[in-house]
């Protein structure tokens, strides 16, 4: 835990019990503050409480005895309106703030040239936080990973000279951190997402730059439109920049060329790290992650052996393009976390021949995005209440069959791909929420994952 001393002997209200929430409540009683905590959830509320935490009903509480409010980052500040607790706050004159803004101010107070990495953007920032973790970790440095990736900021251990902190920031996060400065920022790209909570594009896309703007170093993806201008601006304003692309260039930064992750400068350019044959890292999108990686790792003196090391020996995350196991020429790849089109759309990138197992809560405009990979697929394998509209979208493109269950998918997929001569991939990406059928897409990834392990003949180890 990272106590909260920054609010010693003050009272905060804070709005959310959930996982991060209550690591909040329980860092800002430790480090001394006077606490009361509200959550909509009675249950929530009854947990804290056996915890030592005082709750309450913040309508009813003095605000002008209140230092701040701390706000779940699932709680909406603005959009679509702000929620009763942050309008109680403004109407009060109280600041708004997250997790991530209370370990910013502790760092200050007691570390404040502890190395920090925070990552953000739209897609990637999961797979590149644990990349960036791991090779640091094979290094044998002290490293506390956490923030959106799952483990709450101030459930880890506190700053120090010594330890790095590498935490994934979402946009919620952000704009609720108001003094976030890492040592190194890392924006990996911009795209359409959560506009529901930020209102505009615009608003999003200065929501993120907020993560590399005052960053000592930041290293900026490149590869769409907007976050081309953030760079630009920050390297405007004295920002020490580093760039990252798929395509190369000649300005500082990692760019990938091919295979080979590629460290450029104005007048050189040196191979660092080859990329073939990671399993891991398969597709353009994950050669991004990567490159991001790894100048986040050279900015912080890792030297290029132990890079290359690093990268090799990196796992992946669980259901993003896991490769689960193999019989003979079949792989068997559990991409769950695909709920939507566009995600599905790296996994399809990233392979040919392939078994498709798809279906489930449908998104917005279903599959009809995929239909250019379509000839990639030798039969689809249908599941969940997208069925039927997705059998009208493959029509005559693309053979299926109805499985209705994953269960059935698996069996049907498994007998297929034995009268298969070559090698064949069987990938779930179902292209759809998990809602019709599982509480979520980890609960959906871990039974495809059961189901091809009790296969016979399955060789977990040769995938």
């Known amino acids: 835990m990272t106590p909260v001393t920054t609010f010693a002997e003050k009272t905060v209200a804070l709005f959310g019990l959930g996982g991060s929430g209550l690591a909040t409540a329980l860092a800002l009683k ?5 606490v009361i905590a509200c959550d909509d959830n009675p249950a929530k509320m009854a947990e804290a409480a056996s915890k030592g935490i005082e709750t309450g009903d913040l309508r009813e509480i003095d605000w002008s005895k209140v230092s701040a409010l701390v706000l779940s980052p699932g709680v909406p500040l603005t959009h679509p309106e702000p929620h009763w607790s942050a309008r109680l706050a403004k109407e009060n004159g109280v600041e708004i703030i997250g997790d991530i803004e209370l370990f910013c101010r502790e760092r200050a107070k007691i570390a404040p040239n502890a190395p920090f990495v925070a990552i953000t953007g739209t897609n990637g920032k999961s797979t590149t936080t644990a990349l960036i973790a791991h090779m640091l970790r094979e290094t ?14 101030l459930s880890l251990e506190p700053p120090s000279d010594n330890r790095i902190h590498v935490i994934e920031c979402s946009s919620f996060q952000i704009d609720l951190a108001p003094s976030l400065n890492p040592t190194i920022g890392v924006l990996l790209n911009i795209s359409p997402d959560h506009l529901d909570r930020h209102g505009t594009m615009e608003n999003y896309a200065a929501i993120k730059e907020r993560l590399v703007a005052k960053a000592k170093q930041a290293i900026v993806g490149i590869d769409d439109e907007m976050s081309r201008a953030i760079a630009k601006a920050c390297s405007a304003r004295g920002v020490d920049v580093s760039y990252v692309s798929i395509e190369p260039f000649s300005v500082k930064g990692v760019f990938v060329d091919g295979d080979t992750l590629v460290q450029s400068a104005a007048s050189d350019a040196v191979a660092v790290a080859s990329l073939s044959g ?13 490159a991001a990686a790894v100048a986040v790792a050279m900015a912080l003196g890792i030297p290029g052996e132990k890079i290359g090391s ?4 990196f796992p992946g995350l669980p259901h993003r393009m ?8 079949t792989l068997f790849i559990n991409d769950s976390k695909a709920t939507n089109a566009d995600s599905t759309e790296k996994a399809l990138k990233s392979f040919d021949n392939i078994l498709w197992i798809l ?6 405009g279903g599959i009809e995005p995929l239909r250019p990979y379509f000839p990639k697929i030798r039969k689809a394998y ?3 209440a997208a069925t039927e509209d997705f059998a009208k979208t493959l029509g005559n493109d693309v053979p299926y069959v109805r499985c209705g269950t994953l269960d059935k998918a698996v069996e049907q997929v498994a007998s297929d791909a034995e009268a298969v001569n070559g090698p064949v ?8 929420a998990s809602y019709d059928q599982y509480p979520n897409y980890e609960v959906r990834g871990n039974h495809f994952r059961d189901l091809v392990r009790a296969l016979p003949g399955i060789d977990v180890k040769g995938a």
Request: net charge positive; hydrophobic share 35%; with cysteine.
């Open 30 to 34: 430790a480090g001394g503050a006077h």
């Open 140 to 153: 044998g440095c002290d490293v506390q990973m956490g923030g959106n990736i799952g483990t709450a900021i």
């Open 278 to 290: 990671i399993g891991s890292l398969r597709g353009s999108h994950n050669a991004q992650n990567a």
């Open 310 to 313: 690093g990268l090799h020996t």
């Open 322 to 329: 896991e490769e689960v196991g193999r019989i003979r020429s």
């Open 359 to 364: 279906g489930g809560k449908a998104k917005e």
């Open 382 to 384: 249908l599941i969940g």
């Open 425 to 432: 991939v069987v990938l779930l990406s179902p292209a759809c």
